[in-house]
């Protein structure tokens, strides 16, 4: 079965220090990953994927995640966090064996402090 | 293009009441899906459609929920009877030829 993992609930930065919110995955075939973001009292909203192709892709709002396909992760990274940036992060990935339907990691909490 | 519109977008009912969630997908999306989400359950995928027929509806806690979708450009979720633990917020993302998810602003649900 299809799952992705997210392996902390929350994760802590200082303003203009480096983020990594952290994902992990388990796919039979080649993975189609996403990242979501989603702010207080808002849906969700996309911030990049990867479905082939370079391992380092970009995204909105500065974001950037490495695919490595050995470890099994597709981890998010920012190289300087803004206090905006402070949001609940999802990892998912396209389950292809059912329609395409997206399966979620349950989230991380990033918080930036000034 | 307005995004995927929900409505309303706050509800408070009482136990035993009918509730009915709706939603307007992006033009020219194949796809919708209903998610809800709660702090202790996370984000669970309740139903999905493809080209307004129901595909996966496994994620359905009861009979209670029903869930339609009679044209391109409208999907409804009902709850009957509503119960205090059917409070949540409830999503509706759909997806079109790119492979990604555009979510609705959710409708928050209070049964009380």
């Known amino acids: 079965a299809q799952s992705v993992a997210q392996p902390e609930d929350q994760v802590n930065v200082a303003e203009g220090n480096p983020l990594t919110v952290k994902c992990t995955y388990s796919v039979s075939g080649n993975p189609y990953l996403f990242w979501y973001v989603q702010y207080p009292n808002r849906g969700l909203q996309f911030l990049l994927k990867?479905?082939?192709?370079?391992?380092l892709v970009k995204g909105s709002y500065g974001f950037e995640a490495e695919f490595n396909k050995s470890q099994t992760s597709f981890h998010l990274k920012k190289p300087s966090a803004l206090v905006s940036d402070s949001a609940l992060y999802f990892c998912a990935v396209r389950d292809m064996a059912q329609g395409g339907k997206l399966i979620f990691g349950q989230g991380t909490e990033l918080s930036v402090k000034p | 293009d307005a995004g995927v519109i929900q409505s309303p977008r706050h509800e408070v009912t009482e136990m035993g009441q009918e509730v009915t969630l709706r939603c307007k997908p992006i033009?020219?999306?194949?796809?919708l899906f209903w998610y809800r989400q709660t702090m202790m359950r996370g984000l669970e995928l309740l139903i999905y459609?493809?080209?307004?027929?129901?595909?996966?509806d496994s994620g359905m806690p009861e009979d209670r929920f029903s869930a339609k979708m009679p044209n391109a450009s409208f999907s409804t979720l009902k709850i009957q009877p509503s119960e205090p633990r059917d409070s949540a917020v409830y999503f509706c993302?759909?997806?079109?030829?790119?492979?990604?998810?555009?979510f609705g602003a959710g409708t928050r649900l209070s049964v009380l």
């Open positions: 990867y479905i082939t192709g370079d391992n």
């Open positions: 033009s020219g999306h194949d796809y």
């Open positions: 993302a759909s997806r079109g030829p790119k492979n990604i998810q555009y």
């Open positions: 459609f493809n080209n307004n027929v129901p595909i996966d």
